[in-house]
């Protein structure tokens, strides 16, 4: 008879992370130390050896999940992508049939957050700029939100009647941007916290008179 083999027992060539049944789990760890790792000391600085110290798992166990740290990095961009249209369709849905305070509630809530002692920007910002290379996959999450951002905020400036709607969607696509940007320069006091109250006053002096 076939030697029975406990619940427990595993492979000798396979380590507890490897297993079929652990996969999900090793791939969320992986992806939450990868997030963390990435936001706040850049993709380029973060090897795939620190990923997988910090996860406990193997690097055979990150590559069946991610084909590459190019995935992995463009996998957390797309994550964090998600977590931006949520904040954004948030703002829009407190606000019905207002696109001025939709705006300034979006702005309000970057201004808070650009402002505090952690504050790295915008994810999908930071990896445009550290891979000039138009065709890298992180680079391609961060530029279709951004050119997505531009299209909603030039029709929102269209809706509240602006007199150059493309201009005014483009100054406040600017303002946004300068406030991840300054967020990580200036900290706590910085300009970022009056994004919203710039936002507004901006859009004051491009509605028709």
């Known amino acids: ?3 029975k ?5 595993l492979p000798e060539t396979a380590k507890p992370d490897e297993t079929s049944a652990h996969q999900p789990r090793a791939a969320e760890r992986i992806l939450g130390v990868a997030r963390t790792l990435f936001y706040r000391q850049g993709i380029r600085a973060i090897g795939v050896d620190e990923i997988v110290r910090q996860a406990g798992v193997t690097k055979p166990s990150l590559y069946r999940s991610f084909s590459s740290k190019d995935e992995l990095a463009a996998t957390y961009l797309r994550n964090y992508e998600v977590e931006f249209w949520e904040r954004f ?7 019905p049939g207002d ?8 702005l309000t809530r970057v201004g ?11 994810g999908m910002t930071n990896a445009a700029i550290e891979y000039p290379e138009h065709g890298h996959p992180a680079r391609l999450v961060g530029e279709a ?31 946004i941007e300068g406030a991840y940007v300054s967020g990580q320069l200036f900290g706590p006091g910085g300009p970022a916290a ?3 109250e710039n936002a507004d006053r901006l859009i ?3 509605l028709k008179r």
């Not at 369709?89 to 606000?95: E, F, G, S």
């Not at 696109?99 to 979006?106: D, G, N, V």
């Not at 402002?115 to 915008?122: A, E, I, S, W």
């Open 1 to 3: 008879m076939p030697t």
């Open 5 to 9: 083999t406990s619940a427990t027992q």
């Open 89 to 95: 369709d948030a703002a829009v849905a407190a606000h």
């Open 99 to 106: 696109p001025r305070s939709q705006i300034r509630a979006f």
């Open 112 to 122: 808070h957050r650009a402002v505090q002692t952690d504050y790295r920007g915008c």
């Open 145 to 175: 939100n951004k050119r997505e951002l531009r299209r909603r905020l030039r029709a929102m400036a269209a809706e509240m009647g602006a007199e150059d709607a493309d201009t005014l969607g483009d100054g406040l696509l600017l303002l």
């Open 194 to 196: 009056s994004v919203a």
């Open 204 to 206: 004051s002096a491009s």
